[in-house]
């Protein structure tokens, strides 16, 4: 079974748009933690953001928010005023202390930002 | 900014021939990490490393593959035999102790022909 589902498998927006990115996670641990990670085309992961499942609080950072749910098992992205070089694949992970806090990456959501 | 690197960029190697991929960890990181990314699809988990021994593998993890941490500031992942199926993209990371963020290295693309 997925332990995370991106479900958007490519998505396209106009530069200015807003965009979320879904993510499901699916755990029996009480403590566990999430992540988004970016992948531009260059191909590197780059690390966006970590939340505890202690930590419901929202978060912004900048263009950038996150909107974590333990009750529906979410924790989405949402980029606001996208721009051109938002393009990238955007992974969601799950890592769970009890398996050694290993990442579990989602299969990534390709966005591309038309300018 | 500390970071993890990762040796060579792009490697080419020819089926059954042996590969070592190497790693840098971010200097005080405690556990380590190799990824592999398939082309066009998800990260997953090879192997994880801490206190010089494999604490965790997945089933990719079999008997062609080996992590090593020789001299302490490198962390190498060995495959013995190389398959065309192991055409991929490898991640190193690394972490501190407590549970926080891994820090990816930028990959190592492996091409086996």
């Known amino acids: 079974a997925q332990k995370v589902t991106q479900a958007q498998t490519e998505i396209s927006v106009v530069e200015k748009e807003d965009v979320t990115l879904d993510c499901v996670y699916e755990?029996?641990?009480?403590?566990?933690?999430l992540f988004w990670y970016k992948q531009p085309p260059s191909g590197e992961l780059v690390f966006l953001i970590r939340r505890n499942s202690f930590d419901e609080q929202n978060e912004i950072s900048g263009r950038y928010s996150w909107n974590f749910q333990k009750s529906t098992s979410s924790f989405n992205f949402t980029i606001t005023a996208s721009q051109v070089v938002d393009s990238a694949v955007y992974f969601c992970a799950l890592s769970e202390p009890n398996t050694g806090n290993q990442f579990y990456f989602g299969t990534g959501t390709s966005l591309t930002v038309i300018p | 900014e500390p970071e993890v690197t990762q040796t060579p960029s792009h490697q080419v190697t020819q089926m059954g021939q042996e590969v070592i991929l190497r790693c840098v960890p971010i200097s005080n990181h405690l556990y380590f990490y190799w990824y592999r990314q398939i082309l066009g699809q998800k990260v997953e988990f090879l192997v994880s490393?801490?206190?010089?021994?494999?604490?965790?593998k997945s089933e990719i993890f079999d008997d062609q593959f080996s992590v090593e941490r020789p001299d302490g500031s490198n962390f190498t992942l060995k495959i013995r035999s190389t398959k065309l199926e192991d055409s991929a993209m490898y991640f190193c990371?690394?972490?501190?102790?407590?549970?926080?963020?891994?820090?990816f290295g930028q990959g190592t693309r492996l091409t086996v022909v």
């Open positions: 490393f801490y206190n010089n021994e494999i604490s965790e």
């Open positions: 755990t029996r641990d009480t403590t566990y933690y």
């Open positions: 990371a690394s972490r501190v102790e407590g549970y926080t963020e891994a820090f």
